[in-house]
């Protein structure tokens, strides 16, 4: 991806990293317009990682590409301040013009990810993802129940659906691999 954007005329690639710290790095040190995120080649949070580099640096607008993100994930990101998320099966074409966009101060978005993100966005329903989220916060099937509002079973019956979907061994290892995927 990196050699296919480098190709432009427009375009300097300035480095291509595999790491959140080493990202951070680079960012801090040189004078990058863009920073363009794979979630599964950054360790760690990408939405985090976002928030980071908008703190290092302000100026630097940040694109994500993702799998198939989910409503939940596009709010998150945008309050992150992401400026586009392109879906990793749009094409180096459509990555191009919304690396370009991003350049120029525009939120690039597919109003598809904006109003719809939920029903084809990755494999976990909203309840399902605020289920990931409040295991990973630590909170206890009790405290989940209590905030969502509901019972114990069915906090726990979301919480199996997930980890069948992710194909994880258990409601920790499902919060990882969604994490990782940033679907929560």
Not at 112 to 134: F, H
Request: glycine share 6%; proline share 3%; aromatic share 4%.
């Amino acid at each position: 991806m990196a050699e296919s954007l480098n190709r432009e005329e427009d375009f300097d690639v300035v480095a291509r990293v595999s790491g959140y710290h080493r990202l951070i790095e680079v960012v801090e040190r040189t004078d990058a317009e863009v920073a363009l995120i794979d979630p599964e080649r950054i360790d760690g949070d990408c939405l985090t990682t976002a928030g980071e580099l908008r703190k290092v640096r302000p100026q630097c607008r940040v694109v994500l590409t993702v799998d198939a993100p989910t409503r939940t994930f596009v709010d998150r990101a945008l309050r992150a301040g992401v400026l586009s998320i392109v879906p990793k099966s749009a094409g180096l074409r459509r990555l191009i013009e919304s690396v370009r966009g991003v350049a120029s101060g525009q939120v690039i978005m597919d109003p598809r990810l904006l109003s719809a993100a939920g029903a084809e966005g990755g494999p976990l329903t909203d309840r399902e993802a605020d289920v990931l989220r409040l295991t990973a916060s630590g909170a206890s099937v009790k405290e989940m129940a209590e905030e969502l509002y509901l019972s114990a079973g069915t906090i726990r019956n979301l919480a199996s659906a997930a980890i069948k979907k992710l194909d994880a061994r258990n409601r920790y290892d499902a919060v990882r691999i969604a994490t990782e995927r940033c679907w929560i």
